[in-house]
Nanobody
Framework: VQLQASGGGLVQAGDSLKLSCAASGRTFSVYAMGWFRQAPGKEREFVARITWAGGSTYYADSVKGRFTISRDNGKNTVYLQMNSLKPEDTAVYYC???????????WGQGTLVTVSS
């Protein structure tokens, strides 16, 4: 599975931004898609995930109520709508794919989100 993330940029606190992640290849093997992020000097952390078939979602507490993950199965694309952005949301955001048998085995290249105060 190949993943291509896009949509990052520089925004101000309180603004919104929408990330996209296009999947290609063996997408039929994907159980869930997720977003992770890594801030400067910190470890990569989970942000949100959605199951490919049923659309069940799960969020990190830090983004719950502000971020929304969604998917378009026809386009093999997952989105992350980010509202009410905060400076602490600044990070490189990665999309990842979780096959039915495995873990977060496939990763995109990352897209930088910078939130200024």
């Amino acid at each position: 599975v190949q993943l291509q993330a896009s949509g990052g940029g520089l925004v101000q606190a309180g603004d919104s931004l929408k990330l996209s992640c296009a999947a290609s290849g063996r997408t039929f093997s994907v159980y869930a898609m997720g977003w992770f992020r890594q801030a400067p000097g910190k470890e990569r952390e989970f942000v949100a995930r959605i199951t490919w078939a049923g659309g069940s979602t799960y969020y990190a507490d830090s983004v719950k109520g502000r971020f929304t993950i969604s998917r378009d199965n026809g386009k093999n694309t997952v989105y992350l709508q980010m509202n009410s952005l905060k400076p602490e949301d600044t990070a490189v955001y990665y999309c990842a794919a979780h096959p039915t048998y495995g873990s977060w085995d496939y990763w995109g290249q990352g897209t930088l989100v910078t939130v200024s105060s």
